[in-house]
């Protein structure tokens, strides 16, 4: 009589690997370590086949070759159903990976739990497949590469500072600038007219500066915002405002 085995693989990892604001040398040891250990980087892909900014800078700690790179793609629509599809997709694809015994790390820009693509895949592989072992690694985010970049104290002692996404509500934003010391407005090139005409009626226009792609070998940097009138900049673009 013969006795059957069954082997159970054990589940891969997810991680959410925060690599920094775009100088690869910002990046955590615990992050390049992961990069090093994992079977599988994810990244979001552009669909035109140019490296996302995240993969380009994890790309200086991967070796051609080295690793299963798994290229996802994240539709720009506000289609509540076309998004729900993609998303599902995407998860169902990163845990036939995880399913394998694969431990897969997804590299985001900045911190994975600032603003981030990492934010909602990890909510959703936590919906579908609780079983999963979830973690994220912190990263430097682009509002502390831009103090660095331009020499600015964002908070001291009782001082009041926030980090806020740019929007066209005018009222949202001057409230935000008159209630705090120091302002990070990110993705503030799609209202960028508006927020320079909000600062010159505030008095704060000589405040201000605007970086974009940060700490980067692309990046750009203007102290005197109103020459930005009119312009149109790259996505990721933020405006410092200390008072």
Known sequence: MSTATTTTTKLGRLYGLGVGPGDPELITVKAFRLLKEADVIAYPKKRQGSKSYAH??????????????????????????????????????????????????????GDPNLYSTWIHMARMMQE?????????????????????????????????????????????????????????????AKVLDGMIDLLGELGLTEKASVVTKVTSGEEQVWQNITELKGSELNYLTLMVVRK
């Open 56 to 109: 380009a800078i994890a790309d200086t700690y991967i070796n051609p070759g080295e690793k299963e790179m798994l290229g996802l793609v994240f539709p720009m629509t506000k289609d509540p159903d076309m998004l729900r599809a993609s998303w599902t997709q995407t998860t169902e694809t990163i845990w036939s990976h995880l399913a394998a015994g694969q431990d897969v790390a997804f590299v985001t820009e």
């Open 128 to 188: 579908a497949h609780p079983e999963v072992e979830i973690s994220s690694v912190p990263g430097i985010s682009s509002a502390l590469g831009a103090a660095a970049r331009l020499g600015i104290f964002l908070a001291d002692g009782d001082e009041q500072f926030a980090i806020i996404p740019a929007t066209d509500n005018r009222d949202e934003m001057k409230r935000a600038l008159q209630t705090h010391d120091c302002i990070v407005f990110l993705k503030v």
